[in-house]
């Protein structure tokens, strides 16, 4: 029988047998002895390259896709390296190892950020309360009552005050109101003196020049928030889900300057009585000037703390001042917008403002929505299911907390980019990793 052994293409030339012309990657060659003494070269057909396993790829990968860049890309521009496939395969198994790449990243943010639907639209209404996918927004906290989700919008324009041609102020006070008749948008207009104090009303008097609006397209009014039937419960009774008023230049090109001051108070304290100027100091305002561009200059509202989250109920206290405050306007807890007896005095704070300092005359177009959730026996029609989520909405209030110092280091980027990253970073304290690294501080300090 003929001695047989397999030589790899390489030795075939160092021993000088002839060969026939071969493709690289075609595997062995066996060269068999005849009975007759003459070497016969015959081609085999090559061995099945072994298939590695999901696990196996997965911790490999970035270590082939070097391995292939080095052996496509050698020193001298050449073939380098073990790998003899031809240059062809060589960009395709490249590709096929950066597409795996790609997939497993997506696969490591996709599960690093896991929220409920209702924590999503949570989130997206505090980013962009103005995307399609915020309508229906809902709170995912404890309890977990099926609600009402609505929201209501107001437009107008606001006008800076003063002389014709000399430089003035105007202003935008919000206090988010859930009634359809409840005034939570204050604002002036072409009779303002120009003052930089945002004062609502003196000696029991509208302030002259200034306009105060409520959210007409919200479906219930005070009354049905604040009356309490026979069974010490009102109608219906609200919260609010979040809040936002936008800015936009809509004045001459030749009066196109100044300054906007985008503000909302991280306690909720009321901001009337304050100066515009005023509205500088604090490290979360937003300022902007229509002189380098025409965006918009928003600022957003939401709940801070477990009372802003709940649902109000008027019965809770006596007073009826406060009541109007629980139940109409539960982000103004601190205090009214009004200052003394008369008008606005029962109308709740304004945690949010937008100043505006520029030339007399110059118009702002301002856009107002806030989205809410109604319970009771007035919203039993139009009840839809919700759910807890205690990691989303842990998840959703940090990003969202975060938000203020995050616009601050990128004043550029979108509210909604930001939102999207500061998510994608809260998700990470709650991951499993976080919470091992917690554990093995609290076994190192309880010893």
């Given at each position: ?11 075939y030339q ?10 690289r990657?075609?595997?062995l ?7 007759s003494?003459?070497?016969t ?24 896709a ?30 096929r ?27 997206i ?41 000399l ?34 009303q ?32 009102t ?5 609010i ?6 800015v ?6 030749l ?35 229509p ?15 477990d009372?802003e989250?709940?649902?109000?109920y ?8 406060h ?17 003394q ?29 806030i ?77």
């Open positions: 029988m003929a001695s047989r052994r397999y030589i790899r293409q390489p030795n160092r021993m000088g047998v002839p060969l026939p012309c071969l493709c990657g075609q595997g060659q066996r060269i068999a002895m005849n009975k003494g003459t070497k070269t015959v081609r085999v057909k090559a061995p099945k390259r072994r298939v590695q396993t999901r696990k196996t790829v997965n911790q490999v990968t970035i270590h082939k070097r391995r292939v860049k080095l052996a496509l890309n050698g020193s001298n521009g050449e073939h380098t390296g073990d790998d003899d496939m031809p240059k062809k395969q060589r960009v395709k198994k490249v590709k190892v950066a597409k795996r790449v790609v997939r497993k990243v997506k696969r490591v943010v996709q599960d690093g950020l896991q929220l409920s639907v209702c924590a999503a639209k949570y989130a209404a505090i980013a962009d309360p103005w995307d399609k996918n915020a309508m229906g927004a809902c709170v995912p906290s404890f309890p977990s009552r099926p609600s009402m989700k609505t929201h209501g919008y107001l437009r107008g324009t606001v006008t800076i005050g003063g002389t014709t041609g430089p003035g102020y105007g202003w935008i006070l919000v206090s988010p109101a859930l009634a359809n008749n409840a005034p939570c948008i204050f604002y002036t207009t072409t009779g303002y003196s120009g003052s930089p104090n945002m004062v609502t003196t000696g029991g008097t509208q302030t002259a020049g200034t306009v105060s609006v409520s959210c007409a397209n919200l479906p219930f009014n005070g009354s049905s928030l604040t009356t309490n039937s026979n069974n010490d419960r109608f219906v009774q609200g919260r889900v979040a809040s936002s008023i936008s936009r230049y809509t004045g001459t090109e009066n196109r300057g100044g300054s906007v001051y985008c503000y909302c108070n991280s306690d909720h304290s009321n901001l009337g009585q304050l100066s515009v100027d005023n509205l500088g100091i604090y490290a979360e305002t937003e300022i902007s000037s002189a380098s561009n025409r965006n918009k200059c928003s600022v957003t509202c939401f709940a801070t703390n009372a989250l709940a649902y109000g008027s019965a809770q206290i006596d007073d009826g001042q009541n109007q405050l629980n139940a109409i306007y539960p982000f103004s807890r601190l205090g009214f917008i009004g200052s007896q008369g008008v606005n005095v029962n109308y709740g704070g304004a945690p949010m403002a937008i100043g505006l300092q520029g030339i007399a005359g110059t118009t702002y177009f301002f856009e107002y929505i989205h809410a959730e109604y319970i009771g026996p007035g919203a039993q029609s139009m009840l839809t299911h919700n759910s807890v989520d205690f990691d989303g909405l842990a998840i959703v209030q940090t990003a969202a907390s975060n938000l203020f110092e995050a616009k601050l280091s990128s004043p550029m980027t979108p509210m909604p980019v930001l939102m999207k990253r500061e998510l994608v970073e809260a998700s990470k304290i709650y991951g499993p990793a976080m919470r091992k690294a917690g554990a093995a501080m609290l076994k190192s300090s309880l010893k």
